[in-house]
Every structure is written in structure tokens, then in C-alpha cells.
């Protein structure tokens, strides 16, 4: 049965550091992965999809990145700013066609000015 | 704005109420999801749908009841309810349920059982 595990559960950074969320899955045979961003009492905001064949992917200041092999992928956010006060979320999917994500309970971010 | 919508956002509810949730989609999908977030518990899957069938109950009390009557709408019917069933229930859609489709989200319901 697939697992998928954030690590930190939370993390507190002053404006403009660089920082580095990790998630991590048990069963490598995924078809993609993908990070959300949830605001508070909000829905999901697809953030960065990676497909099983690639190694990372890029969307301004965020680079996700994917080891299927180790089942581990990161979601790296540069020069961090208060606006990226979030949830982010990591979810794989297999290729069984069902529409299922399997979803990490995810890390809360807050950027302090 | 990620064209699926959700009403109503917020319901409170007795244990004895009959209530439902609504979740549209204007995105021309033809598969849609409800998820269940509960505090400090990860979304989990309750239902999908494909082509206005149930391809996917993933082991959900009756006291939930989906509907799907044409592909753009998904109901979630509520009865008897339990207070550990307040949560956040989000509704999602995608062109199919294939692995290769994006999954979009809408803004969620928050469900409080009283």
C-alpha cells in the first residue's frame, strides 16, 4: 500500500531564504508525482507535476525535483517571501487509471517578514 | 479560479439533518472526485466517478451518498452524520480518470457536525 510522507510537518523561515520541503513514497512504481499549494480554508493549487521519467521541474522560484528510485522527491523554493505562507502538499499517482492521489499530510510553511 | 465550484462553503449540521453538498465543473470533464481532509489526517479519496458512473468507493459509510447526474455535477448527499465526519470535502475533476490528466480542485465545503 503507497504511502507518501512530508517532512518537515512545519517550518518557520525569515523573508528570503532558500529552503526545502521533502516528501517521500514508499512504493516507486508511480506514475507522476505532484506538489499543491492549500491556503487556509482554500482548495488545492497545483503547483509543479513531474512525471515519472523526469528528474525535476521548474516554475519561477520553485524547482520540485524526483528520485523514483529512492521514492523521494523535493520541492525547493528560492529567495522565500510572506505570500508563500502555504500548505504544500505532495500527492503521487500510479498508473492504474483510477484518478486516485495518494496525498502527504503535508508541510505548513510561514515566511515572516 | 480553477473552473470547478463547490456550494455551499460552509455548513453546519445536526446529526439528524439531511443535507447535501453541490460541485460543478465547467472544464468539459468527464471523470470528477469528492476527497475528504480531516485535521491532521491527509485527503483521502472517497468517491470517483467516470462518465456519470461510480468506478471508485474507497470503503466510505453509507451515511455518504454520491450522485452524479450528468458529468459536469457531483452531489454529496449527507444523513445521519457523525461529529468526526466534520472536514474539509473537496471536489475535483479531471478529462478522464487516466493517469496522464491533470486533477483540479475546487474551493472545498467545510462540513461541522453538531
Known amino acids: 500500500k503507497q504511502e507518501v510522507t512530508q517532512i518537515p510537518a512545519a517550518l518557520s523561515v525569515p523573508e528570503g531564504e532558500n529552503l526545502v520541503l521533502n516528501c517521500s513514497f514508499t512504493d516507486s512504481a508511480i506514475y507522476n508525482l505532484q506538489w499543491f499549494r492549500q491556503d487556509p480554508g482554500k482548495g488545492l493549487t497545483s503547483l509543479l507535476l513531474?512525471?515519472?521519467?523526469?528528474r525535476e521541474q521548474t516554475s519561477g522560484r520553485l524547482n520540485a525535483s524526483l528520485d523514483k528510485s529512492s521514492g523521494r522527491s523535493t520541492l525547493y523554493i528560492a529567495a522565500s517571501q510572506p505570500g508563500d505562507s502555504a500548505t504544500y502538499l505532495c500527492?503521487?499517482?500510479?498508473?492504474?487509471?483510477?484518478?486516485?492521489?495518494?496525498f502527504g499530510q503535508g508541510t505548513t510553511l510561514q515566511v515572516k517578514p | 479560479e480553477t473552473g470547478v465550484t463547490q456550494t455551499p462553503r460552509h455548513l453546519v449540521m445536526g446529526m439528524t439533518n439531511k443535507k447535501s453538498l453541490k460541485c460543478e465543473q465547467h472544464?468539459?470533464?468527464?471523470?470528477m472526485y469528492w476527497y475528504k481532509q480531516s485535521a491532521k489526517k491527509p485527503l483521502e479519496l472517497m468517491f470517483v466517478?467516470?462518465?456519470?458512473?461510480?468506478?471508485e468507493n474507497n470503503s466510505v459509510p453509507s451515511r455518504f451518498s454520491p450522485e452524479c447526474p450528468n458529468s459536469s455535477h457531483l452531489f454529496l448527499h449527507l444523513h445521519t452524520l457523525q461529529p468526526e465526519d466534520s472536514a474539509l470535502y473537496l471536489c475535483?475533476?479531471?478529462?478522464?480518470?487516466?493517469?496522464?490528466?491533470?486533477?483540479?480542485f475546487g474551493e472545498g465545503s467545510w462540513l461541522t457536525v453538531v
Open positions: 472544464l468539459g470533464h468527464n471523470a
Open positions: 475535483a475533476s479531471s478529462l478522464t480518470t487516466a493517469s496522464g490528466n491533470t486533477i483540479y
Open positions: 500527492a503521487v499517482r500510479d498508473s492504474s487509471n483510477t484518478g486516485k492521489l495518494i
Open positions: 513531474i512525471q515519472s521519467s523526469q
Open positions: 466517478y467516470s462518465l456519470e458512473e461510480r468506478v
